[in-house]
């Protein structure tokens, strides 16, 4: 999905949709792709409504703690691994929070909730604002399979801490 590439852009993480007023309440850090075209945080971003969208996020790897030991999720092979997004452009600002599912073997030991990351074949789609159900569903098991799981040392969860070796 080379072509997508020239269209990165960063955004403030948490969605603020157009009807937000301030910064006030609950950070909108995840959708729930069980709830995503119905609930209103986050159903216009879903549909291509009122200055909102679907995008992907690129990711290196992502933190998760399980049984209070953070663990650093990522591809071996060293490619990027792109989840199902969604923007907005509420306080005039770009926001953007990330589609999540039911966590499936082999990973659902880490969490009950897992990034919804796309195959390549289900990028142009996601994108395109196809409503198939399947893209609300749990990442297909050979993209799960893909991943490589680790701990991390604690320090990973202090923000104060911002090294390249926390990832090590």
């Known amino acids: 999905m080379q072509e997508s590439l020239a269209n990165v852009e960063p955004g403030r993480w948490g969605l603020l949709p157009h009807w937000k007023k301030d910064l006030d309440g ?34 290196n790897g992502y933190y998760e703690w399980h049984e209070k030991v953070p663990h650093y999720v990522s591809r071996p092979d060293g490619k990027l691994m792109w989840v199902a997004g969604l923007w907005s452009s ?47 569903q749990p990442s297909p098991k050979e993209l799960r399979e893909l991943f490589e799981i680790r701990p991390v040392d604690k320090p990973v969860g202090n923000v104060r801490n911002d090294y390249p070796a926390l990832i090590g």
Do not use: Q
Not at 27 to 53: H, Q
Not at 111 to 132: Q, S
């Open 90 to 136: 509420g306080l005039d600002r770009l926001s953007a929070t990330m589609v999540t599912t039911e966590a499936l073997e082999p990973m659902d030991w880490l969490h009950n909730r897992l990034p919804r990351f796309l195959l390549e074949e289900e990028m142009r789609p996601w994108l395109e604002g196809d409503m198939d159900e399947d893209l609300l």
């Open 26 to 59: 609950p950070p909108l850090f995840n959708a729930r792709g069980e709830t995503v075209a119905s609930k209103p945080s986050f159903r216009d971003a879903y549909k291509g409504k009122n200055g909102s969208g679907r995008c992907l996020i690129p990711m």
